[in-house]
């Protein structure tokens, strides 16, 4: 027999298969057409199709515990600098690099989440390569910056980010903010403003370098914002939110190793204690705890929403200064937090209300 002859003779089969069961065949067919339409829904156009079903609360919820995890790092690097005063900035950065890449690394292992960079479609290399690059000049520019202007210069032009991701927002992915969260956001921004009025205002470099340190803190804060609607785009194209935080620790450590290499004098490294090490290393867990939580917020709602909600963290770490080191607050900051709350807690009650 030949093949041609066994092809007609399945063939005949099937069309008698198809006669016998006529009704079942029939069913069949309408439950693959139905298939069908819900695949071809599946693979829309719609460019939020990768990202889980929006919940406002869920997303403030992962946003709030992520700050958790921003006061960690900001507490415990104050309590090793307390004790050691030799510590710098430089050492907190040059450690982090050092402690979180590895916890990344090995959870991403443990999930069987992909790693290879060269296994991504085109654009997803370029965001996580991008990542990294933001990652290394984010703290670059933050380092450089506090050098040169106040504290308070730096705290104000940084908390900028928020506006900066609101703008970036709808430009990249053409999010629309309503014009009462955008002046809630200025409002939460002057809480900050009375926030640092109490805070040590001295230069710290000379005046004729002022410039230069404005501009490496507004750089940081754009930086900062590009991150956050980074964030987003990843969520949108597909990027595990655990892989994003490998490739944006591993661009923590490209900065360590910056800073070890160009500038070893800034850095106590050889002369660290074992509480040195503790109290760096659960500053970096507090970044290992808020890197993935923000990446993963920004799955569930607009990053131009929940960037503001940054500025709570101030509000922790203030608190946490009351307990910790006898923090004495003063009528400005009691006014900074309250109008800090009001503004971020009324747009964010409004919005959850919208999604029930």
Not at 2 to 30: C, P, R, V, Y
Not at 240 to 261: A, C, D, E, K, P
Request: hydrophobic share 50%; proline share 3%; net charge neutral.
């Amino acid at each position: 027999m030949t093949s041609l002859q066994k092809f007609d003779g399945i063939e005949e089969l099937k069309q008698s298969s198809l006669i016998d069961d006529n009704e079942k065949g029939s069913a069949s067919g309408n439950n693959l057409l139905s298939k069908s339409v819900t695949m071809m829904k599946s693979i829309s156009l719609d460019p939020h199709k990768n990202l889980p079903e929006q919940n406002a609360l869920i997303g403030y919820c992962l946003m709030m515990v992520a700050l958790v995890g921003m006061t960690m790092q900001h507490l415990f690097s104050k309590m090793a600098f307390f004790y050691n005063p030799k510590l710098t900035s430089y050492d907190a950065m040059f450690t982090m690099g050092l402690f979180i890449w590895p916890i990344f690394l090995v959870l991403n292992w443990y999930l069987d989440k992909p790693f290879n960079i060269l296994k991504f479609e085109r654009k997803q290399q370029i965001m996580l390569i991008v990542s990294v690059l933001f990652s290394i000049l984010v703290n670059f520019c933050v380092l450089s910056g506090i050098a040169l202007i106040s504290i308070t210069q730096s705290t104000l032009i940084f908390h900028l980010n928020p506006l900066f991701c609101i703008v970036l927002s709808f430009i990249i992915l053409r999010e629309k903010t309503d014009y009462l969260s955008i002046l809630f956001t200025f409002g939460a921004f002057g809480g900050i403003c009375l926030l640092t009025l109490s805070k040590n205002n001295t230069n710290n470099g000379e005046n004729a370098h002022e410039f230069l340190g404005i501009t490496f803190i507004l750089l940081s804060a754009w930086l900062q914002a590009s991150i956050m609607v980074l964030s987003r785009m990843m969520g949108i194209s597909n990027i595990h939110f655990l892989l994003r935080s490998v490739y944006s620790s591993i661009g923590f450590l490209v900065f360590s190793l910056f800073i070890w290499l160009l500038v070893p004098y800034k850095i106590q490294f050889p002369n660290y204690t074992t509480s040195d090490l503790l109290l760096l290393f659960l500053s970096a867990m507090g970044v290992a705890l808020r890197q993935p939580l923000i990446s993963l917020a920004m799955m569930y709602h607009n990053s131009s929403r929940l960037a503001p909600v940054n500025y709570i963290e101030n509000i922790f770490t203030l608190c946490a200064d009351f307990f910790l080191f006898k923090h004495v607050f003063v009528t400005t900051e009691y006014i900074g937090m309250g109008i800090i709350l009001v503004c971020l807690l009324v747009p964010a009650i409004i919005q959850i209300k919208k999604d029930n």
